[in-house]
């Protein structure tokens, strides 16, 4: 018996010493990797893998857009959805990676090979845009 309290108050004692995470409730993002620097126009698919933190967990939505690729040549923004993630409990601070997997790629008219990067974000519900990061740079074989 005496064994199992103390057992019993060791676990409590270093479940105590355990802070939850403290992140910023703006999202951050790092890039984190790409699947392929290379893709033939129109038939390839790139997977981009993006981490993040967000101190209060209200990232994601299945309503509006919250990921967002600039296209360094057109400065064009693609917008998507990422799904509601917040977490249930008391401890909403999340932390984790995305992959989005960006289909299709187009080429400037005329050129025979094209490359570009994407400047790429993320948006909380609160409407708080993360810091940008920068992909790099990928070559287009075109049609």
């Known amino acids: 018996?005496?064994?199992?309290?103390?057992?019993?108050?060791?676990?409590?004692?270093?479940?105590?010493?355990?802070?939850?995470?403290?992140y910023s409730p703006i999202p951050e993002i790092e890039f984190?990797?790409?699947?392929?620097?290379?893709?033939?126009?129109?038939?390839?698919?790139?997977?981009?893998?993006?981490?993040?933190t967000d101190g209060d967990g209200d990232l994601g939505s299945d309503e509006i857009p919250n990921l967002f690729f600039k296209d360094n040549r057109t400065l064009y923004t693609d917008s998507f959805k990422i799904p509601d993630i917040t977490p249930d409990g008391n401890v909403k601070a999340i932390s984790g990676r995305i992959s989005y997997t960006f289909f299709p790629f187009n080429c400037i008219p005329g050129k025979d090979f094209d490359s570009l990067f994407f400047t790429i974000y993320v948006a909380d519900r609160a409407g708080n845009n993360?810091?940008?990061?920068?992909?790099?740079?990928?070559?287009?074989?075109?049609?």
């Open 130 to 143: 993360s810091n940008e990061v920068i992909s790099p740079m990928i070559t287009l074989q075109c049609d």
């Open 32 to 52: 984190d990797s790409i699947s392929s620097t290379f893709a033939v126009a129109n038939q390839d698919s790139i997977t981009f893998f993006i981490t993040f």
């Open 1 to 22: 018996m005496m064994r199992l309290f103390i057992i019993g108050t060791l676990i409590l004692f270093l479940g105590s010493c355990l802070n939850p995470p403290e």
